[in-house]
């Protein structure tokens, strides 16, 4: 059927209302547009019909032309969504060719029919496409490469769940993002990414095979996902550390204690969100002070290069240095404090105690203590410290750290909340 019986039997009627679930970024919003009169002539619709956001997913056949009402009525047309249907290249392709309005095409689940290899002849240099959505679609490698090649206005390509092994990609790109989780790529096969120095965000999750990343080919990376990868190389993410803001590596071997978490925020000074969750204030410095510690307790010569300059930064920001921490573990193994606990979570007893406490205790240990004390589920609280004479408190977040490492001080007060 010509696209523009579907447009008219989705979108056409002698009411004065449309109502369209239209796609936007992915996820759908309802958009109501208004007729002017009560005539629904063709001529009416296409000067008063001015859709921008077109869904036509899942249409049960196949669209067998663009015909000349369909573009006509698609001309104020900037995103379209096709997902889920039986498709053809070269119905893509006249889409873009006569719409230069278009700015974002969705086609997640299409099969196609054909590949555009078979439209050689096209040139597409002064397309204005800037997102193209194929994921868990038909779509090959070589398609994805002659999608690459021919659009150099593309800033975002979503290939998710395509089994891509590889990508050959020969000339510079200004792509800023790109989607590339569960396919089947590997490290080795990564060196497509140095054609795309303007990356922003990069989505490579549940890519089980990858276990690295060439540091150099992702200047301006802003946001990376590595997901149920194998990735566990330290030192290419630091090397990332003046870009990246933004991390996810949920299920991967990077992390493997609260201690490695701890780590990866000091070395990363300007990563503002960790696996979903944004990185506190009080965080970053229990981080920090651990991370110069933790160094410090090493030799000189067991701390990895690529820790150094961070080492150097925060031990100065932290007024900390190696001889402060020998003397303080020769003199000082343990220091007994007396401190307030109280419970304010709505489980288990409300009521507060006085504890003496040695101050090499870590913050897990002390919600252990508290579940005991206070019959509370400790995965469910947070601990907070009120210094002696202050009123508002501060976040232990860092579980392995030392009562003695958070200045947690004699005569303070130790306040267990719930997590909301």
């Not at 566990?232 to 991390?247: P, T």
């Not at 750290?401 to 997590?419: E, N, P, Q, T, W």
């Amino acid at each position: 059927m010509p696209l523009s019986k579907f447009i008219k039997a989705k979108y056409c009627d002698e009411t004065t209302l449309v109502d369209e679930n239209t796609f936007t970024d992915g996820k759908e919003s309802t958009v109501v547009f208004d007729f002017v009169g009560q005539e629904s002539s063709f001529t009416q619709m296409s000067n008063t019909l001015r859709l921008q956001d077109i869904g036509l997913s899942s249409l049960g056949e196949p669209i067998i032309e663009v015909d000349s009402d369909a573009i006509a009525l698609l001309q104020s047309c900037k995103r379209l969504d096709l997902a889920d249907n039986q498709l053809s290249w070269r119905i893509l392709l006249d889409l873009i060719k006569n719409l230069p309005g278009l700015r974002e095409i969705y086609c997640a689940h299409c099969q196609f029919t054909d590949s555009p290899s078979d439209f050689v002849d096209e040139t597409f240099t002064n397309s204005t496409i800037t997102s193209l959505v194929f994921n868990s679609s038909s779509a090959t490698g070589s398609d994805i490469e002659w999608v690459i090649k021919s659009f150099t206005s593309l800033r975002s390509l979503y290939i998710a769940d395509l089994k891509l092994q590889n990508l050959t990609v020969t000339e510079t790109h200004n792509m800023t993002m790109l989607v590339l989780s569960k396919n089947e790529l590997t490290s080795p096969a990564l060196d497509f990414l140095h054609f795309f120095p303007k990356l922003d965000i990069l989505y490579l999750d549940n890519n089980p095979a990858i276990t690295t990343l060439d540091p150099t080919a992702l200047p301006k990376v802003r946001l990376l996902l590595l997901s149920q990868t194998a990735f566990d190389d330290w030192e290419s993410v630091v090397a990332m550390r003046e870009s990246l803001s933004e991390l996810k590596v949920v299920d991967c071997p990077l992390i493997k204690n609260r201690q490695d978490r701890s780590f990866l925020v000091a070395l990363m000074p300007y990563l503002r969100k960790f696996n979903g969750g944004e990185i506190l204030r009080n965080e970053r410095r229990d981080a920090e002070v651990l991370f110069v510690v933790r160094s410090f307790e090493l030799d000189d010569d067991q701390i990895e290069d690529y820790k150094r300059e961070a080492l150097e930064r925060l031990s100065k920001k932290h007024d900390i240095n190696r001889d402060h921490v020998a003397t303080k573990a020769a003199t000082s193994q343990r220091t007994i404090i007396e401190l307030g606990l109280q419970n304010n979570s709505v489980t288990g007893d409300m009521t507060s105690v006085t504890k003496k406490l040695p101050d090499t205790m870590t913050v897990d240990d002390l919600k252990t203590l508290a579940g005991a004390l206070f019959k509370i589920d400790t995965a469910a609280v947070c601990v907070r410290y009120i210094a002696p004479g202050e009123r508002i408190p501060e976040e232990l977040m860092v579980g392995t750290m030392s009562l003695k490492l958070c200045a947690v001080s004699d005569g303070g007060r130790i306040v267990f909340d719930d997590v909301y």
